[in-house]
């Protein structure tokens, strides 16, 4: 999701969800790992939803609600930015 939320250095807060609650940010099993998708309505009359990421290398889906909700795990509440690197170095270690 950069530059939204950078890599290894910012966090998303998740509530599980197995439905679509609303334009966001969800997490979804797309494979080996979860992945962070910005999805809403595709208004295509058939009740497909857009799911894209917010660097634009990535291509946009178009997905039916059966399709998101197989895959759906996490819906994010809340984003948390990492002001100052270095405590969290500290903290790792």
Do not use: H
């Amino acid at each position: 999701m950069e530059p939204t939320l950078r890599g290894g250095r910012d966090y998303a807060l998740l509530a599980p969800v197995s439905t679509y609650v609303g334009e966001g940010v969800y997490a979804l099993d797309v494979g080996p790992v979860l992945d962070l998708f910005r999805v809403m309505s595709a208004l295509d009359g058939k009740g497909g939803l857009l799911l894209f990421r917010d660097n634009k290398r990535y291509e946009n889906y178009t997905v039916s609600r059966e399709q998101f909700e197989a895959a759906v795990v996490a819906y994010m509440v809340a984003e948390i930015k990492v002001k100052d690197e270095r405590f969290l170095r500290e903290a790792r270690q």
